[in-house]
């Protein structure tokens, strides 16, 4: 199981994490209007930062590079924000290394990534190399809690068990359902619902396994259709004692057949404490990955950034 380096990437989490907590968070002003920028789970990780930043009274966004390139919305940027957050793990993907270059000089720009010297940080005003997460496989993994985990301690730090939740997921991504589901659906709403899409995208790049994401009852609406045998639900719920409805959702996916497991926040601080839920779809694709005979640190079809 643990031969591999994405194994050894998600399981350092709560070592990066204490470097983290070593660091100094930044200081975010609520007059200030930030917007994140970024690709794939690096936008992400900005999409969760951004709505609990929300939640806490200030005034976050999130945008991938790539919209801001193909509808040109440089001059919208500069006018509607004060501080543009360049997030690229690698510092190389093509499509926020760009828009870096085009907003340079024109709004402060703050680029996150997870090596030293690279382009990204080369281009921004200020930059936080978390040299120390550093991953050789192509997969965002371990990384992608220590930037949320590192932004999030700039509103509150929270204490989390990590070796717990670890093992926690470990014991819920059991071989029922390792060997037996191919179709993973992710559900929760607001950075649950980020989370969810996160993890659908880190189940999808590592086993290949067909996977979706959506607001929890909306499921309900459409794509509860596409539910049979070989799916397997997982919702996000904020409460420690599910709601009724996240219960009789389950409850139903479990008549058709499927299975669904609810996972209920392990701290007092339930959207703060967002960033560890990643783990679980992290830990799901990667032993899907070794079932079904792939090999996690480089799945087919992907590469460690995107070149335009
Ligand atoms: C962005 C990203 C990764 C993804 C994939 C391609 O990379 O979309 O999230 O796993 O391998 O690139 P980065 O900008 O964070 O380096």
Redesign the pocket.
Known sequence: MASFKTYYEIMKVGELFKTVDKMTPPKFEKVKRYIFI?????YNAGLIISEIMRKNGYSADAITAGEVLVKEMFDEIIKNYDLAIL???????TE?VKVAELLKGRIQTLGVTCDRKTPLANVCDLAYELDFAHEDS???TGSFSAIVRLFLNGIKRIDIDVEEVLKKFDEMTSNDIVHKKSHFIFLGYRERYHMAKESALKVQ?LSLDHSEFHETLEYRHGPIALLSPNSHVVIFSEFKNPSPLEENLAKEIMDRGASAQIIVPFTNDPALEVQVLNLYGQLLGYKRAIHKGLNPDKPHG?????SL
Do not use: H, P, Q
């Open positions: 970024g690709c794939g789970s690096s997030i690229s793990r690698t510092g190389y993907t926020t192509v997969i965002m790049e992907l590469t460690k950034f995107v």
